[in-house]
């Protein structure tokens, strides 16, 4: 049983430099999130899928920011431009159908690092 | 919009029982949610309340009061790896397609 990976696990870059990250969700789920979690705080909502269709976006989501799930499995989220202040844990997520049991599963994560 | 509160960290005793209250506004109320996250891990789903009441899943059970907006996460028979930190979640969002989260709750287990 193949859960949500994501890749890279960790990444560090220059300010101003853009990053890319990728997420493979399971296979069978067609939703998929996109949540950021700095430390000692819960994860922040930023956008979810349903199938390639972007459903939401949240407002943290700034036009520097970008997702996209062009097949309806796997997601990219580009951030163009990073500061120092996008430094955190990118989490994605996915489910089968809406969560009307309340359950995500999620990855491991993106350590992004903006120096 | 949503608002979720809980405290923000919790010490106890392995073999005791713990309670993690939260609290919750929200527009509208479809169930509470609960992750575990240990530290450079994903969230992991606990429970997950749509009804009053109180729902056991071995050591940890968890409950809703829907009309005083409230619920808790109750573990027992604390082990050292319950060391985690703790969040509660509602659906969200203006299409509540999501899940909002809690600033969770640092549980330590001390021996």
């Known amino acids: 049983d193949t859960g949500v990976s994501q890749d890279p696990r960790h990444k560090i870059t220059k300010r101003g430099q853009n990053v890319t990250f990728r997420c493979d969700p399971i296979?069978?789920?067609?939703?998929l999130y996109w949540y950021r979690q700095t430390l000692g705080q819960g994860p922040e909502f930023l956008t979810y899928?349903?199938?390639?269709?972007?459903?939401?976006k949240s407002r943290l989501l700034s036009d520097r920011f970008s997702a996209e799930r062009p097949k309806g499995s796997f997601s990219t989220l580009e951030i163009q431009r990073t500061e120092q202040g996008d430094s955190a844990m990118y989490l994605c997520?996915?489910?089968?159908?809406?969560?009307?049991?309340?359950?995500?599963?999620f990855g491991e994560g993106s350590r992004l690092t903006v120096l | 919009g949503q608002s979720l509160e809980q405290p923000s960290e919790v010490t106890a005793v392995e073999g005791a029982i713990v309670q993690i209250n939260c609290t919750y506004q929200?527009?509208?109320?479809?169930?509470l949610s609960w992750y575990q996250q240990h530290d450079g891990g994903a969230p992991t789903f606990l429970s997950y309340?749509?009804?009053?009441g109180l729902e056991e899943t071995g050591r940890f059970s968890s409950f809703l009061s829907r009309s005083d907006s409230y619920g808790y996460l109750l573990l027992q028979e604390l082990q050292m790896k319950d060391s985690a930190s703790y969040f509660c979640?509602?659906?969200?969002?203006?299409?509540?397609?999501?899940?909002?989260f809690g600033k969770g709750t640092k549980l330590s287990v001390k021996p």
């Open positions: 899928f349903q199938n390639e269709a972007q459903l939401e």
């Open positions: 296979s069978e789920h067609n939703r």
């Open positions: 309340n749509a009804l009053d």
């Open positions: 997520a996915s489910s089968l159908g809406p969560i009307n049991t309340g359950e995500l599963f």
């Open positions: 929200t527009s509208g109320f479809y169930g």
């Open positions: 979640a509602v659906k969200g969002g203006g299409s509540q397609g999501n899940l909002i």
